[in-house]
């Protein structure tokens, strides 16, 4: 059974750091690009960053370019994305994504909230 | 950045109805539109990709069409579970971009 399970969501004061994770199961991790996606309170989603399969090719939207780094690890079929200098209009539910080389997502995960607050 | 551009924004409409939603993008993205499904308090579910493969195990009654910068997706008779937001997204290119939602709500 394919599956996507985040972790490492929860409640921190603007400019300090989170990291979340995502557990990839029942499918070829190392073999699909992986995505993070947002979602703000009753907002839209908006992507936030990709990783190709290998890790060699890396983007970002720009809000948090120079901020937040995805990173993943094929040995242990996980995803990360490290976020650095927080800010209130970070806060929102960040789900993981799979999909093939098209970029559509087949599979997401259930998601981890992000809140962002003093 | 690709603009992605849903119309209408919300949307009411009554079981059996058909209803079509359409997304815009701001220059054409060939053929790499993709349409979800989201329901309160969950992640959102891939209907269409590449705008008018039906991903597997979605209903037939859904369908996707366009090419380059118009797109629709269409409920041929709307049920009880279709009620929900939809969201279109371009994967062209990055920066990866979504339309901004259509509320379908029942009427």
């Known amino acids: 059974q394919v599956q996507l399970v985040e972790s490492g969501g929860g409640v921190v004061q603007p400019g300090r750091s989170l990291r979340l994770s995502c557990a990839a199961t029942?499918?070829?991790?190392?073999?699909?690009?992986m995505h993070w996606v947002r979602q703000a309170p009753g907002k839209g989603l908006e992507w936030v960053a990709l990783?190709?399969?290998?890790?060699?090719?890396?983007y970002y939207v720009d809000s948090v370019q120079g901020r937040f780094t995805i990173s993943r690890d094929n040995s242990k079929n996980t995803l990360f994305l490290q976020m650095n200098s927080l800010r209130a209009e970070d806060t929102a539910v960040y789900y993981c994504?799979?999909?093939?080389?098209?970029?559509?997502?087949?599979?997401w995960g259930q998601g981890t909230p992000v809140t962002v607050s003093a | 950045d690709i603009q992605m551009t849903q119309s209408p924004s919300s949307l009411s409409a009554s079981v059996g109805d058909r209803v079509t939603i359409t997304c815009r993008a701001s220059?054409?993205?060939?053929?790499?539109l993709n349409w979800y499904q989201q329901k309160p308090g969950k992640a959102p579910k891939l209907l269409i990709y590449?705008?008018?493969s039906l991903q597997s195990g979605v209903p037939s009654r859904f369908s996707g069409s366009g090419f380059g910068t118009d797109f629709t997706l269409t409920i041929s008779s709307l049920q009880p579970e279709d009620f929900a937001t939809y969201y279109c997204?371009?994967?062209?290119?990055?920066?990866?971009?979504f339309g901004q939602g259509t509320r379908l709500e029942i009427k």
């Open positions: 029942g499918f070829s991790f190392s073999t699909y690009n």
């Open positions: 997204q371009q994967s062209y290119n990055t920066p990866i971009t």
């Open positions: 994504a799979k999909g093939p080389l098209a970029g559509y997502y087949d599979t």
């Open positions: 220059q054409s993205v060939a053929g790499y």
């Open positions: 590449s705008a008018s």
């Open positions: 990783i190709s399969y290998d890790g060699n090719n890396i």
